[in-house]
């Protein structure tokens, strides 16, 4: 009676709601010793398998759990993770606050279901911190740059970001290489507008900051060849449309200033961006190989889907490392709860100022288009002035032809009128001289 009813409720929280309501007492009357949390976990573990198992995701589910077990022998299990919840009162009371897709986030992430998500600030700054793990991230700068690059420290963040700006960042670092150039590495989850000119003025920010710095520390000894490049490194989860509409097959760009005459200066700004939506995209096309070592960090970035994962292993086994300090922090429950809730606050953050981002986009579409009316309406206004004065023009130059027309009808009828008089005077005369010869012929004979 009971399974028949939670299998045809179809919203999992009235599924919940209709359990606890149904069972709890029976439950009770067993074992009075049972907490509410425990039955409350109970009835959520009831549910799950009522409304999961037997399904094809769930299958899909296990079978990539357990591929990636056989890398990563660390990895736990649903049922354990979920066991040490439900132990600690103050870690199971978080697991509850959360929304059900993030808890099944959370348990899919450190059951090995799917990867984690390693470009966002709290999972990155673990894996590649550059004062503990300073390799990795040279290299993948290194990478990145084309040339090799040895962080030597990394600097506090003081850029005069805009701040609305900040809460779409899942990343953002600065660092300072052993040459003295900066980079400034961050993800964007979803690409502001204007990107060129944005990165121009936080690189013009960083070099100037820089300059200052320098200058401070030399002193008298200053020389503006003192000032290192700045690199900006951006990286979009989402990118805009400028560059999807350049191009769906190029994810990297590179920018830096040139001369059109093939002179060389040393103008110290260089740019990089990469699309990792598009790249998401190309890598996933089928029979696609992972090309390079950018390509194996950005899989390792960007990528959680298992296989994807287990084909980067596969390839370059160096990345196993990584894998198995990230399943690791997996294993410290409260360590690993305390950054995904981290990084849920920002994905709220995020979320709210992408609606607020979307709302503003669509009333600024709505002001060009109003702004478009009023102007085509200007023009329509103007030009029906134009016309009405061209067609007042155009009665006047007709009033005056109609006039002229007239004018000239009269003065042809004054001129018939005069014709006709002189015909009228020239039959008169021609029968007075036809009179005359007759007089004349008379007066002869």
Request: proline letters at 1%; hydrophobic letters at 35%; one cysteine or more.
């Amino acid at each position: 009676m009971y399974v028949y009813n939670v299998i045809h409720v179809k919203n999992s929280g009235k599924v919940l709601a209709f359990m606890w309501k149904k069972i709890s007492h029976f439950i009770n009357k067993k074992d009075g010793l049972r907490t509410k949390n425990t039955l409350k976990f109970q009835v959520h573990q009831i549910i799950l398998y009522l409304l999961l198992a037997g399904s094809k995701k769930q299958k899909e589910k296990h079978y990539m759990k357990n591929k990636l077990q056989r890398y990563f022998p660390i990895i736990r299990t649903r049922k354990e993770i979920l066991n040490e919840l439900r132990d600690n009162d103050e870690l199971w009371s978080q697991f509850e606050s959360w929304e059900e897709e993030n808890q099944e986030e959370y348990l899919d992430i450190c059951t090995g279901v799917k990867g984690v998500k390693v470009l966002y600030d709290t999972f990155f700054k673990a894996v590649m911190n550059p004062d503990t793990r300073p390799e990795r991230l040279n290299n993948f700068l290194s990478t990145i740059l084309g040339r090799t690059v040895k962080i030597l420290k990394v600097l506090p963040n003081e850029s005069a970001r805009i701040a609305a700006e900040s809460s779409l960042l899942v990343m953002d670092i600065v660092v300072q290489f052993e040459d003295g150039s900066i980079a400034n590495v961050e993800v964007q989850k979803i690409g502001y507008l204007f990107p060129g000119e944005r990165s121009a003025c936080y690189s013009a920010d960083m070099l100037l900051r820089q300059y200052k710095r320098v200058r401070r520390e030399l002193g008298k000894k200053f020389h503006y060849r003192d000032i290192k490049k700045v690199y900006t490194i951006v990286l979009f989860e989402k990118s805009n449309s400028v560059f999807k509409s350049f191009s769906k097959d190029i994810y990297i760009h590179r920018f830096q200033q040139q001369s059109d005459s093939g002179i060389e200066l040393n103008l110290l700004q260089e740019y990089t961006f990469i699309c990792l939506d598009i790249f998401d995209d190309i890598i996933h096309n089928e029979g696609r190989k992972i090309d390079g070592r950018l390509e194996e960090w950005l899989v390792f970035l960007k990528e959680d889907d298992p296989d994807m994962i287990i084909k980067l292993l596969e390839q370059n086994s160096e990345f196993r490392d990584i894998y198995e300090e990230i399943y690791n922090i997996c294993r410290n429950s409260e360590r690993m709860m305390g950054m995904f809730s981290k990084e849920l606050e920002i994905l709220d953050r995020n979320t709210v100022k992408l609606m607020i981002d979307e709302l503003d986009e669509a009333l600024g579409e709505e002001r060009e288009k109003v702004k478009a009316i009023k102007q085509e309406r200007e023009t329509l206004k103007a030009e029906m002035q134009e016309a009405k004065a061209e067609k007042e023009s155009l009665e006047a130059e007709m009033q005056e032809a109609k006039a002229e027309k007239e004018s000239l009808e009269a003065e042809m009828q004054r001129t018939k009128d005069e014709m006709a008089t002189e015909r009228k005077r020239a039959d008169e005369a021609e029968k007075e001289l036809i009179r005359l010869r007759a007089e004349l012929e008379k007066l002869r004979k």
